[in-house]
């Protein structure tokens, strides 16, 4: 791809659950950062794919990013710094995106994505 494929991040504490509010808080304030995340993938991609997807699309990719950090074990890591492959991360996107008919999305795009979730996810610590 041209580019390092892997990324050094951070880990941080979990978030204790927010006991306080409602049900429909908590969709509001999901809702709300994934109109932000959105918004921060889209001013962080190459101009030429800033438009190409559409938000349903990006919060597939991001549900399926999550789906990848769950099922991979990179979470389980006691270490203070993980390593992720966003390569590996890419082609996990595209192949679940094959799998539930969203796709099909280039990997080598969908890198873009997975590089702007991470600074994303690393700026929001």
Do not use: W
Request: charged share 35%; net charge negative.
């Amino acid at each position: 791809m041209g580019k390092d494929n892997h990324k050094k991040v951070g880990r941080s504490d979990p978030q204790p659950p927010n006991l306080g509010g409602s049900f429909d808080d908590e969709l509001l304030q999901d809702e709300q950062e994934n109109r932000r995340e959105i918004a921060f993938i889209r001013k962080h991609l190459p101009a030429d794919l800033k438009d190409k997807f559409s938000d349903d699309q990006l919060l597939f990719m991001l549900d399926a990013i999550g789906t990848y950090f769950y099922t991979s074990g990179v979470l389980e890591s006691s270490s203070d710094e993980v390593d992720i492959d966003m390569e590996a991360v890419s082609d996990f996107v595209c192949n679940e995106a094959k799998e539930e008919g969203e796709g099909p999305f280039d990997a080598q795009e969908v890198f873009f994505v997975v590089e702007a979730d991470l600074d994303f996810q690393e700026q929001s610590v």
